[in-house]
């Protein structure tokens, strides 16, 4: 788990890919339109724990699996919740269909794929991956060819955003910068040049005018991005640096082993986008063994001041590989090792979960279903796991 430095052009061994088996399971299509999510005992205080619409984490329960044949790297929901696109280790990206589990495959990068995006609309979809490209692709076609190819970096890409308003898919990469591409024509828009060491990962604050990236040091830089729409003939400008701040609690260098340990491995906004949290790895006591605990670290956003350390109860050996703010008002987030794996909820302020749960094997990311019932997870055994927030219905 060390992140020493290495050369951003080597790339994971190529890898045959193998057939795909058939889904283990089946889960209804989470496009249909229900209630809005209700906030942890919300159901049970009202008397109807047992309705298809209630939201209690505390009931989470796997309602569906489906097996690939490589371990899985990343999972997303198309924003109308009929697909769930997952990377994989055979430099694919297969799109899930929820309502009967048919997978699609997306080929087209020469590596594994970390990074998944859609515009609003939902009608593309943006995948990137250490190959350094990010490929556009129609979401719903049925035969799946990239729309467009940008080599985008000589690095590995980490992690994509794509902006509120559509415009702009925002990338990490190894090479230490961020960069923004127009989604409409694919050309390079602007760049953040500042950080100095592999960046980890991005997230556009939810009012569009911000964009906060995080490195492997846990530094946190956020960009103006506000003045862009209104520049446009200045192509490949650079970014405006607003402030910067550590998630200290999430870096260390190892003097044993002389490496860097730490940085964003899952980013994003909650309350509004009044916090910003960032997931990793602390009280690392051996860098090359991986020997640490996942947390997640918010901040107040405004200012970068440090709010909580969401840690484990039992301080469980891990990373903290995926984070989502839930509508009804608390953190959900995937982490493990090799203890295995564990979906975790944390309320604000709060330093330990209000409840865990033990996942069948480690989380290699983690993704919010669009209707709030439902987490998916990309685990390391080849699964995508669909976990229902609530009774069994």
């Not at 209690?56 to 997303?76: E, N």
């Not at 991005?202 to 946190?220: N, T």
Request: charged share 25%; proline share 6%; aromatic share 10%.
């Amino acid at each position: 788990m060390a992140d020493k430095k290495k050369d951003d052009k080597a790339k994971p061994a190529a890898k045959t890919p193998e057939p795909v088996k058939k889904p283990v399971a089946k889960v209804s299509d989470s496009s249909k339109k229900t209630d809005p999510a209700k906030p942890p005992g919300d159901a049970a205080a009202k008397g109807d724990v047992k309705s298809p619409d209630a939201v209690d984490p505390t009931l989470v329960h796997m309602a569906a699996a489906w097996k690939y044949s490589r371990p899985l790297t990343a999972c997303r929901y198309s924003p109308d919740g009929k697909y769930v696109f997952v990377g994989t280790e055979d430099y694919t990206v297969q799109r899930i269909r929820l309502s009967d589990g048919r997978l699609t495959p997306l080929v087209g990068h020469e590596s594994w794929v970390r990074a998944i995006g859609f515009t609003p609309d939902g009608r593309t979809t943006l995948t990137a991956g250490y190959d350094g490209r990010i490929l556009w692709w129609d979401t719903a076609a049925e035969k799946p060819a990239p729309l467009r190819k940008v080599q985008a970096s000589d690095g590995w890409i980490r992690a994509l955003a794509v902006s509120p308003d559509g415009r702009y898919v925002a990338t990490a990469a190894n090479d230490g910068h961020v960069r923004l591409h127009n989604i409409a024509d694919g050309r390079l828009r602007a760049t953040g040049r500042r950080h100095d060491s592999h960046v980890y990962h991005v997230a556009f604050h939810p009012a569009g005018g911000e964009l906060a990236s995080c490195d492997l040091k846990a530094q946190c830089k956020v960009w103006d991005v506000s003045q862009l729409a209104k520049e446009s003939d200045a192509y490949a400008a650079d970014l405006k640096l607003v402030r910067e701040f550590p998630f200290a609690p999430i870096y260390k260098y190892d003097t044993q082993f002389r490496a860097d340990i730490g940085g964003a491995r899952s980013m994003a906004f909650g309350d509004g986008g009044k916090l910003l949290a960032a997931g990793g790895v602390t009280n690392v006591t051996n860098a090359f063994a991986g020997i640490g605990n996942a947390a997640w670290v918010a901040v107040n956003f405004a200012d970068g001041k440090q709010a909580t350390v969401h840690t484990s109860k039992e301080k469980i050996n891990g990373m903290g590989w995926g984070l989502a703010w839930h509508p009804a008002g608390y953190w959900v987030a995937a982490g493990g090792g090799n203890q295995g794996g564990f979906l975790y909820f944390f309320k604000p302020g709060a330093d330990a979960e209000f409840f865990k749960f033990k996942l069948p094997d480690t989380a290699r990311d983690l993704a919010l279903a669009p209707d709030g019932k439902s987490v998916a997870v990309a685990h390391f055994d080849g699964n995508l796991r669909v976990y229902r927030l609530g009774p069994k219905i």
